[in-house]
């Protein structure tokens, strides 16, 4: 019972994850970086043992596939929904 992260344990920056998009998309889009609150946690990493141990799962795609995979889904959409692209 209680709640279950499902997510992926290796960290990534907010930044590095940032300039993957913009590379992968070839994006013209510039990053603005701004001051965090005092209470943010500098570093998010996922505790899925849990998930392993009940469900016998972890993730399986690495960051760079999901991505491209995402960028790929929504373009697709995008085109078929507004025929736009």
Same mark, same amino acid.
């Given at each position: ?10 960290? /990534? =920056?907010?930044? %590095? ?7 992968? !998309? +070839?994006?013209?889009?510039? &990053? ?15 505790? /899925? =043992?849990?998930? %392993? ?7 399986? !795609? +690495?960051?760079?596939?999901? &991505? ?15 025929? /736009?692209?």
């Amino acid at each position: 019972s209680g709640p279950m992260n499902i997510g992926n344990p290796d960290e /990534i =920056s907010i930044l %590095k994850l940032a300039k993957k998009i913009i590379y992968l !998309t +070839d994006s013209r889009l510039h &990053i603005v970086v701004k001051t965090l609150p005092e209470d943010d946690p500098k570093m998010r990493c996922p505790d /899925i =043992s849990k998930a %392993k141990k009940m469900l016998e799962w972890q993730p399986t !795609t +690495d960051i760079d596939t999901g &991505i491209k995979n995402t960028i790929e889904y929504f373009y697709n959409f995008l085109k078929n929904r507004n025929n /736009i692209i």
